[in-house]
């Protein structure tokens, strides 16, 4: 069985949200959002290949258009290869272990794997992005020395969680089967560079 879902993120852009049942056992849920604009890519090009031309026209050096078209190409590569996602995709295998997926505009894909028995829960996480509170989903994995305490908080859609600003997400991620009870993770702080709060018991 198979249906989609389609709602806004905090900027105004579309997600889709599949959700595919193999067995009772396995599902998967896969979140994309638009592919490449063209209009965008067009604005940002120009931009780069205007202000090379006005320093070729101040230092007359042609070396400087030729250095815009590599950087041109270059960063497109870079920024389709690693940091563009289209979609990412979330596999639960009940007996087994969750699998996440991460599908590049390059074609590339990056994949993590975490057992079964390595989690303690999938809940919805609440947070502080930009003066707004957003809800995003994630594992939490159990501690090996100590089972019953938190080792790890693992955000599922990662490069998607500052998109998840609405209460309509938040309802949404409750109804699903992926989340096991509606009780939040409090936030106690951000890592640098990462939205990916500390937790406490």
Known sequence: MEDERSFSDICGGRLALQRRYYSPSCREFCLSCPRLSLRSLTAVTCTVWLAAYGLFTLCEN????????????????????????????????????????????????????????????????????????????????????EPHRISQVVPVFQKHITKYGTEQMKVMLIQEDMVHSEDTIKLTGFSKGNLVPGVTD
């Not at 258009?65 to 960063?75: E, K, M, P, V, Y």
């Not at 794997?113 to 995003?136: C, L, P, S, T, W």
Request: charged letters at 15%; glycine letters at 6%; a negative charge.
């Open 62 to 145: 042609s070396m400087i258009l030729s250095a815009a078209i590599f950087i041109t190409l270059l960063g497109l590569l870079g920024y389709l290869h690693f940091v563009k996602i289209d979609q990412e995709t979330l596999l639960i295998i009940d007996s087994l272990g969750i699998q996440m997926t991460s599908s590049y505009a390059s074609g590339k894909e990056s994949t993590t794997f975490i057992e079964m028995g390595k989690v303690k829960d999938i809940v919805i996480n609440e947070a502080i992005y930009m003066q707004k509170v957003i809800y995003y989903l994630c594992i939490l994995l159990k501690d090996p020395v």
